[in-house]
Every structure is written in structure tokens, then in C-alpha cells.
């Protein structure tokens, strides 16, 4: 099956620096979501980006299904956006193992 | 906005009992899955069911686990006989036919004892 995976594993930064996360896919997809896990353990839907950029607030993400990855870009981050981002790929989706972000005061 | 719930949020139980974890899909949505995330690992795809069959299953997918949808809006994820590596989140997800984004559950912290 598909191999998906992101970097960098862990990223901590300064309340108000931008970051920009990566996943790497080992083949063609027909889905790709981009999720914050909170500290309650929700995934909360951030993207579904298979192909093309997207933008919401202060998150936009870009897929370049062609070259097989996806970069979500966190800018003037917030202590709120600490958590787990996770991408998945495909119908039966293949989580990456996550970037887990702290942002310090 | 239309999403999909779980109960329990939280079900703790004795190793050897058979636990049976709820989800409601979103109304209009066809294929159902359900996937599971031990606590510090990433988040592994169990199994998808559409018309009333599995469509596909991974390999922790056994014999000890089951779907089923009882009636027209559950659906749920047995485990028959509970062991400790199964304390685990447990994600239910929904799409409608067509478009392939999946939304997810807020998920059931299983704790096996």
C-alpha cells in the first residue's frame, strides 16, 4: 500500500513565526487530508487537499500530486495550533506518523 | 453543520469482555470506516464497509473484530473478546459517495484493564 511520510517529526517555535510541514507520498492519491489532533484526541479536519492550494485563515496547504507531497504552512502561529498534524492519503487512509508542534509564548 | 458522533467517549473494560464501540455517519454518507490510534502512534486504518459488506480490511482487522450496521444510522465495531494492546482511540469516519473526504468522529478512548 501507500507510504505516507512527514517531517519534520517534532517543531517548536515562537508564538507569531510561521512553519511549514511536509508529506511525502509513495504514489498517485485520490485523497489527501491534512488533521490537528487536539489535546483531547480529536482530529479535527483541517484540509482535503488531493491536488492544488487551498487557504483557510492562517493555514493554507499545497498539494503537487505530480511530485508526490503535500506542505501545510502555518503562519503567526499561536500556543493554540500546539498539538499533532497529521496527513492521510487514499481511501483507506494511510496516516503519516505526524508533526508534532509546540508553539511557546 | 451535519457530523458524525461516537458513544462512549470513554468505555473501560476487563480484558476477555466483548465491548461494542457506536457511531452515527453523517445522514446522506455511504461508506463507513473505522480506525484505531494507540496512544503516541499514528492513526491505522481498520476496515471500510459500503452496501452492507466489508470493502476492505487491513491485517489488525481479525477475527476478533466485527462491523455491522444494525439499522439505518449506526454503525458499530465489535471486539469480542478485549485484549490490552486493544486500549486504543477509536475513529469512526463517513464520506457520501462520489467525493472521497472522509470526516471523522470525535473518537472512544477504549481502556482495557
Known amino acids: 500500500g501507500i507510504q505516507v511520510e512527514q517531517s519534520p517529526p517534532d517543531l517548536i517555535l515562537q508564538e507569531g513565526a510561521n512553519s511549514t510541514l511536509r508529506c511525502n507520498f509513495s504514489?498517485?492519491?485520490?485523497?489527501l487530508q491534512w488533521f490537528h489532533q487536539n489535546p483531547w484526541g480529536q482530529l479535527i479536519n483541517l484540509f482535503y487537499i488531493p491536488s492544488g492550494t487551498k487557504q483557510n485563515g492562517r493555514l493554507s496547504a499545497t498539494t503537487v500530486a505530480t511530485e508526490r507531497y503535500s506542505l501545510l504552512y502555518i503562519s503567526s502561529s499561536q500556543t493554540t495550533d500546539s498539538g499533532v498534524y497529521f496527513c492521510?492519503?487514499?481511501?483507506?487512509?494511510?496516516f503519516g506518523a505526524g508533526t508534532r508542534l509546540t508553539v511557546k509564548p | 453543520e451535519p457530523e458524525v458522533t461516537q458513544t462512549p467517549s470513554h468505555q473501560v473494560t476487563q480484558m476477555g469482555q466483548e465491548v461494542i464501540l457506536r457511531c452515527v455517519p453523517i445522514s446522506n454518507h455511504l461508506y463507513f470506516y473505522w480506525y484505531r490510534q494507540i496512544l503516541g502512534q499514528k492513526v491505522e486504518f481498520l476496515v471500510s464497509?459500503?452496501?452492507?459488506?466489508?470493502?476492505?480490511k487491513s491485517e489488525i482487522f481479525d477475527d476478533q473484530f466485527s462491523v455491522e450496521r444494525p439499522d439505518g444510522s449506526n454503525f458499530t465495531l465489535k471486539i469480542r473478546s478485549t485484549k490490552l494492546e486493544d486500549s486504543a482511540m477509536y475513529f469512526c469516519?463517513?464520506?457520501?459517495?462520489?467525493?472521497?473526504?472522509?470526516?471523522f468522529g470525535p473518537g472512544t478512548r477504549l481502556t482495557v484493564t
Open positions: 504514489d498517485s492519491v485520490n485523497n
Open positions: 492521510a492519503a487514499n481511501n483507506d487512509m494511510r
Open positions: 469516519a463517513s464520506r457520501i459517495r462520489g467525493a472521497y473526504e472522509q470526516y
Open positions: 464497509f459500503y452496501n452492507n459488506e466489508i470493502s476492505e
